[in-house]
């Protein structure tokens, strides 16, 4: 069994920063893209980052510049630094794994449960 946690959302000022992990867990063999998702109330969910195995990253357009995605393959984690934190990023941000388990031979999708990322004044 495979499960992603997320952590490090909450409530935060216009500008300010937030650190999201996720962790992977369980009988891992190999993990190739990671990437973290938004789905704001009455939105359907984006990208927000993505990051292969190899270090290849995209990010929408919207962060650009702002959150910088990253992994440690040995803790099985990725990261999302954002930083200049706008209203708009509000959202509920869910983390998302492509995971090869231990004999499989193939990559199945999982998600995180997601954590809530409020930025108000």
């Known amino acids: 069994q495979v499960q992603l946690v997320e952590s490090g959302g909450g409530l935060v000022q216009p500008g300010g920063s937030l650190r999201l992990s996720c962790a992977a867990s369980g009988s891992i063999f190999s993990i190739y893209d990671m990437g973290w998702y938004r789905q704001a109330p009455g939105k359907q969910r984006e990208l927000v980052a993505a990051?292969?195995?190899?270090?290849?990253?995209n990010y929408a357009d919207s962060v650009k510049g702002r959150f910088t995605i990253s992994r440690d393959d040995a803790k099985n984690t990725v990261y999302l630094q954002m930083n200049s934190l706008r209203p708009d990023d509000t959202a509920a941000y869910y983390c998302?794994?492509?995971?090869?388990?231990?004999?499989?031979?193939?990559?199945?999708?999982?998600w995180g449960q997601g954590t809530q990322v409020t930025v108000s004044s």
């Open positions: 990051i292969k195995s190899g270090d290849n990253t």
């Open positions: 998302k794994a492509q995971i090869s388990q231990y004999g499989s031979g193939y990559y199945v999708t999982y």
